[in-house]
């Protein structure tokens, strides 16, 4: 058996003798010299063989054996944090110390229900905030699920993309640009196959792999050149490789292991709402001392009972639960977005896309359909149009009133041919009548065998006729493919034949010959301008267009220069003194929804950024034609004025209207460091390998789902599933509501501080001549019970209609800014203080005080009227905060607009909340405890009024402010 090859993976040479191993066996065999040394100086056939596999791949049943003995190539996940210690860790920070050391000295001061009841606030609020979190991170788990890693392979003698946790050794994997490789495999093909290893060797320079043996000593894993590791990825080239290793055994399973348990950074968000936990948290202390030393001086309350006021002053103003339920708002948020196409790899992403002012997005799959059909033809000889929509191959080349075959015109069919060979699309005919054609691979590709069907010519037996020997493989960089093939028949005298298709003006740059009825003459300049005329009014048109050109490798007319040995072509020596054939011309329509997007970006504030590969008239056409940009007063730059820019110049440009174009991927980076200088907050779309550092520098990194790479998906911090603008644009919307919904939040638990904080300065301002209307044990009862179910609820405020109207918020505003503060404490809290009051007041009148004489209670606490107005006053603020959660749920508009009975959570907090205040007051043992008494008809009666007003009242300012905006 192969057991050099795997430190634990077992590795067949026959699938049917391939004993089932135990753990121990293989366990004793972890000790074995560098398992890596005889695979790598093995011959590709002699690996095959060892690892029981072929070329052709395993067929699926001798996968599935395969995967009964070697289990799942799954690393193992970092180990969580113990569920015991994330309980804990609620109780034991600053707020819980504080509550569990004021507890106590309520204990010691003779108040034992008062140091039950604070305990109890403390241990309600951790378990409810360790469920917060926990529910909060079975979200992001759920979200994990989402993104499964897939590899592609060949099974059964097909091409199949399976996931990547289904990989076995013997496995022959395809690796393409981009790709992330998920197990440790021996090269046994490759097309300049170059890997970025920096997950293993911290080395961002790609190492390049070959598939021959190798038999050099003293090299490290990492830097032998025929195998790739799992963890890594394919920056540039492709090949093949047969897996032999998976999971834990993998290089990088090791490595996983042992940096598993590192600590994962705080998000900006949760640092910023932990600064304002303290903040409010240091108020409070400051509120509490003060209210302490005014009962003392000022009303010469003894030492206990100041104490223990003051305590409910800190206890009221310390606001519980809120990382959590924040928390839980995001992931909630998260959620919701998955659900409109985006997924978010981390929870405090929403915040940044909620405050996104510039959108850089790439055209071709994410503004337009990235279906392609090919309607024109053109050559230095005539032009053609071209019949049929989609990938069905119907349709006729028509020129000239009359339809064309390729074989009747030698320069088409040299363009078919020549679009056909030099691509590594398929398609596949629909499975049922009626079906659609289904495209694998780049649909700019896929569209060359359409048009290549409709000229007549038949793919497998060119293939046969022309087989590929060699790719140079598209680059985004180069904007240009090549592939040479073995001919039957020579061209121009050759046997071997580069096939060169891209960016027009490339191949136009590097041919020195055309094309031209039927045979072969020099460029000329005026031909030079014509071609590129021709391009201009297709792309002015806003289509795509693509240029074939081939050259002769060898034969008599082939150059001196041209490497001999096929392994030395590259493109500098071979994409040059190419023989132009002629253009393919595609389009590609706009995807209907862009348009509705890019005008509610225009509402919100945000500015989009064109950034293509594609051709500056192409580019420009379309941001017209889906008002991107408008009017005259447009610039488009491209990639090579640049590079010629400074960054000076760049921001001039970049603050009107821009479309770049023929960038460079690596040149998205430029831009966005530009558009961030200039203090705005990015969102950037990409998809391949070079998009990876501009989706990483932006605040928002969006990688493309379908046409993405998983080097991209990995930099990115949220993938459309959909890879359309549109829902970038929802998400933005989703990110808006969640920082809105966190204040609304905010606003609600704080307004309820006000009428807690109120009868208390009213009973000492009045030196003890009201005594005092809310009791520390009823300022708990708020905190305790009926505020917080309430509150949750508006954490998952769908998004207000109005939210894509407003400018994008400015990333340095806090969350509790002067505006949050003075409408919290200043008008919520003012209404639900006088609705608090009131209801004080009201007991006092219905059992017979006039003004003038002293309220019910002064100097007797055991006054039953007083305790009734005392729970009056509890009640009022309980009823006005149930108009205040209502009034939390929007900040303009209207909420009988939304729906007053749309929020379920909301409800049931009310009802809960009620509920809790009516129980609270009937039952002796708890009055006693509560210090309540039952309320009568004409109380409930009074305390009904209260939301409706409240409410009332709120509606009438949000009715003014929108009259006031719309003025
Ligand atoms: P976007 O950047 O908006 O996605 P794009 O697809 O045009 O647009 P790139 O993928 O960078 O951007 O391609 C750049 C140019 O290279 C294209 O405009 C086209 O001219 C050429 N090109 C694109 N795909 C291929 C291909 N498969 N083979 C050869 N040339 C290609």
Known sequence: MGSRFGASQPVYRDASTAPREGAAERDSRREDADPLDSIRKQTIDQVLSELGSSREGLASEEAGSRQQTAGKNLIESAKKRSPLLAFLSNFTHLMAVLLWVAGSIAFLAGMPELGVAVWLVNIINGVFSFWQEHRASQATEALKKMLPAYATVIRDGQEQKILAEDLVPGDVMLLAEGDKISADARVIQSSDLQVNQSTLNGESTPSRKTADAVLEEGLSAAEIPNLVFAGTSVSEGNGRAVVFRIGMATEFGKIASLTQNMEAAESPLTRELNRLTKQVTVFAMCMGIAFFLLSMLVVKEPFASSFIFALGMVVAFIPEGLLPTVTLSLAMAVQRMSTRNALVKKLDSVEALGSTSVICTDKTGTLTQNEMTVNHLWTATREYEISGVGYEPQGTIEAEGRSWRAVDDADLELLLEGGLLCGNARLAAPETEGGRWEVYGDPTEACLIVSAAKGGIDRAELEKRMPRIKELPFESRRKRMTTVHALEHPVDGARRLAFVKGAPNEVVRLSTKVRRNGKTVELDEATRTRIMAANDTYAADGLRVLAVAYRPLDGIDADADIPASLSDYDPDT????????????????????????????????????????????????????????????????SGFELAHMDDEELKRRLAGQVVFARMAPEQKLRVVTALQEMGEIVAVTGDGVNDAPALKKADIGVAMGITGTDVAKEAADMILTDDNFASIVAAIEEGRA???????????????????????????????????????????????GTDMLPALGLGTEPPEDAIMDQPPRDPHERLLNRHVLVKAFLWYGLMASIAAMAGYLVVNLLNGWVPGMPLFGVGDDTDPVYIQATTMTLAGIVFAQIGQVMNCRTERTSVLKIGLFSNRRILVGIVFEVALIVFLTMFPPLQAVFHTAPLGWQDYAFLCCIPPVVFVIEEARKAWLRRRARR
Do not use: H, W
């Open 574 to 637: 071979i994409e040059r003194n190419l023989t132009f054939v002629g253009l393919e011309v595609m389009m590609d329509p706009p995807r209907p929804e862009v348009a509705a997007a890019v005008a509610e970006c225009r509402r919100a504030g945000i500015r989009i950024v064109m950034i293509t590969g594609d051709y500056g008239l192409t580019a420009a056409s379309i941001a017209r034609r889906l008002k991107i940009v408008e009017g005259d007063d447009v610039s488009v730059i």
């Open 738 to 784: 969640v920082y809105s919904n966190i204040r609304k939040f905010l606003l609600y638990i704080l307004n309820s501080n006000a009428p807690e904080a109120v009868p208390s300065a009213v009973y000492l301002l009045s030196g003890g001549a009201v005594p005092l209307p809310l009791t520390t044990m009823q300022i708990l009862t708020i905190d305790l």
